[in-house]
Structures are given as structure tokens and as C-alpha cells.
């Protein structure tokens, strides 16, 4: 997502396109939003109205995002633990393995 908005990458905009048709589902920790827009808001790219802007573009994307709970609070920690990450990368981590589908990220 976030390379999508700064760069416009082919992969990028093949996801997007993908999830737009419906051809895939995207999940997300429930901090997504908060990184996209802090990492976003320190690029030095955006101002104050145009970040207004993508949090309405990030709701109207819908993601399924999960709140640190339950089976998927305790991987994270696992993860965090055992491969010596922070608990906000080992959340992705973690909801990867839980579902069993493939991890994108990109710093």
C-alpha cells in the first residue's frame, strides 16, 4: 500500500488492482492505518490535507484488519521472542502464518 502511494510501483498497482477485482483479500494488523499515515506524514511528502485524504482512502479500502487477541496476540509474541523482532513487525508475522497466506511488506 504504502509503496502504491509514494512510488506507484507495477507490483503495487497489480495488488491493488487484484484486490479492487476482488481476485484477493487483504489483512492487516489493526495498526495499519497508523503506520501508513505516520510513515507517510514523515516522508515529508504529504501535507496535512492531502493525509486527510488517504485515512479516507484507506477506509474506503476496506481492509479486514485483526486487533492483538486471543490466538494471534500470543504468535505475535512467539514470533517477536524468537526471531528477536519488535511486536509491531511480528504482528504481520504472525497473522501471515495464522491464515496461512503470503506476507508483503515493504519498508
Known sequence: MLSGLLKRSKGALRLRDAFI??????????????EVLNALKYS????????????????????????????YSEKTIEVAMRKGITIYDASYVALALIH???LLMRN
Open 21 to 34: 477485482n476482488g481476485l484477493i483479500d487483504l489483512i492487516a494488523p489493526s495498526i495499519l492505518h497508523f
Open 44 to 71: 515529508g511528502a504529504f501535507g496535512e490535507d492531502e493525509l486527510k485524504e488517504v485515512a479516507r482512502i484507506l477506509d474506503d479500502y476496506q481492509f479486514t484488519l485483526y486487533g492483538l487477541e486471543g490466538i
Open 100 to 102: 496461512n497466506t503470503i
